[in-house]
């Protein structure tokens, strides 16, 4: 069964400082894989997205690692801020022909503290 | 431009009833998309449609839950004798393009009592 697992489920941490999240992922093949930032009462916004030939990629703060050997990828923010509070959700999709087959992680909760 | 939006924000309903849930897609995106998240979890992909047609409903649990887009904008998920397991936040998602990135609405938040 293809699964996506987080971690930590949730952290908390002071202004200012970095932190790291984790994906590991069971989908094979995959087509892409996406990091979201959902705030309480929103719907998710994409961070970053990655297909299976890249291991790196960028958005302001925010830098996401991929490696389709190990099936792991992670979010680094630098530098958090009080607004990076949010849940982080990890997304890895297979998209072949006109199937969609998104599976989804729990999140982890981020919570920044002054 | 004006984002993905979902009516009605929230929606409480007695167990058995039916329920319609709307969702208005960004101008000119081909691809439309359902998911469910339950509290405390991920989203949960239900439907998605290419223009006027389900490409893929996979997703949907039963046979309780369907969902149109006639005209290839406006799509209503419509959920039949709700149970108190439909309880969720329902989000719909467009893309320009099938496979793009996606743009969630704010969902809709459904309670069956």
């Known amino acids: 069964k293809n699964q996506v697992e987080q971690s930590p489920q949730s952290l908390i941490i002071l202004e200012g400082k970095n932190c790291t999240l984790q994906c590991n992922y069971t989908v094979s093949p995959f087509s892409n894989l996406r990091w979201y930032k959902q705030d309480t009462g929103r719907g998710p916004v994409s961070l970053t997205i990655m297909t299976f030939s890249e291991n790196t990629k960028s958005n302001g703060r925010y830098t996401a690692t991929l490696d389709a050997d190990t099936k792991q990828s992670s979010l680094h923010i630098t530098a958090s801020q009080l607004s990076d509070s949010a849940s982080y959700i990890c997304v890895v999709s297979v998209v072949s022909g006109g199937s969609y087959i998104p599976t989804f992680g729990r999140g982890t909760s981020l919570i920044v503290h002054p | 431009g004006a984002g993905v939006s979902q009516t009605p924000s929230n929606k409480v309903t007695e167990k058995g009833k039916y329920v319609e849930l709307r969702c208005d897609p960004i101008?000119?995106?081909?691809?439309l998309y359902w998911y469910r998240q339950s509290l405390g979890q991920g989203p949960e992909f239900l439907i998605y449609f290419q223009g006027t047609g389900a490409a893929d409903d996979s997703g949907l649990p039963n046979d309780r839950f369907f969902a149109v887009r006639p005209e290839g904008s406006v799509s209503t998920l419509k959920i039949q004798r709700t149970e108190r397991g439909d309880s969720a936040v329902y989000l719909c998602?467009?893309?320009?393009?099938?496979?793009?990135?996606?743009?969630f609405g704010p969902g809709t938040r459904l309670t069956v009592t």
């Open positions: 998602a467009s893309s320009l393009t099938f496979g793009g990135e996606q743009y």
């Open positions: 101008s000119g995106h081909t691809a």
